[in-house]
C-alpha cells in the first residue's frame, strides 16, 4: 500500500485523468517534481494544442500582484473551455491574501488557477484561504518508502515493474532525486522497447537486471540513436 502523502497525490492525478477538477489549487512543499507532474496534467486535460499560446498564463508570485492574479484568472478563454493559470513562488503572496480571499472563497469555474509553493507552514494565511474554497494538496520531499512507491508509479507509466532491491538501487544511483529518477525511467522503457517488463537488481527467471539496462548500457543505446 502507498505511502498516505503519496495515495493523496496519486488520486489528485486520478480525478483530473477522469476530468473532475478543481477552479482552484495550492501545492506546497519540497517536491518540485510533484508539483510539475500535476500542472503538465492539468493543462493535457483542459487546454487543447491550438489554444495553448492563449489560454495558458504562467505568473511569477515573486513580482506580481494580486490585481494580476485577478486580472488573468478573470480574463475570458480564447474559443471557449477554461483557462489555466499558474502562478509559480506563490508564497510571495502571503501579504497580499486579503485582497485574494475573496476569489479564493469562490473560484471562477471558467478557470483554474493552480499554485505553487514551497513549504507552508500551518498558520499560512495563503494555506488558510485558499483551503475555504480550493484545494490543497501537500508535496513534501520524499524519502524511504515515499521515495519507492512514487518511483514505481512512475515506472508503472511505463509498463516497468521494479522490485524492493531495484527499487533501493535506483535511489541510490539517483541520489533520492525523482526527476533523475524518472529520466532514468523513460530511458529504460525506450531501452527495452518492450511492454509489462519486470526488472529487478539481479537477474532471475522473469527479472530483466536492473544494472544491464542502466547507464553504460543506456549510454550505448543513446550513441547508437
Known sequence: ???????????????????????????????????????????????????????IEIIDGETCSAIDVLNAVETLSFLGGKKCVLIRRAHHLENEVELLASYFASPNDSSCLVLLSGPLKTSSKLLKAVRVGGTVISTPFL????????????????????????????????GGSLWRAAAEIEKISLYMSCENINIGSKAGSNLVPLKAVSYTHLRAHETRE
Open 143 to 174: 524519502k524511504g518508502n515515499r521515495f519507492a512507491s512514487a518511483v514505481k508509479n512512475l515506472a508503472s507509466s511505463r509498463s516497468l515493474t521494479l522490485d524492493k532491491d531495484a527499487l533501493s538501487l535506483l535511489a541510490e544511483q539517483t
Open 1 to 55: 500500500m502507498a505511502p498516505p502523502v503519496e495515495a493523496d497525490f496519486q488520486k489528485h492525478l486520478q480525478d483530473i485523468s477522469s476530468d473532475s477538477i478543481a477552479p482552484l489549487y495550492l501545492l506546497h512543499g519540497e517536491e518540485d517534481f510533484h508539483q510539475n507532474e500535476f500542472w503538465c496534467l492539468i493543462k493535457e486535460r483542459l487546454i487543447s494544442p491550438e489554444t495553448s499560446s492563449f489560454n
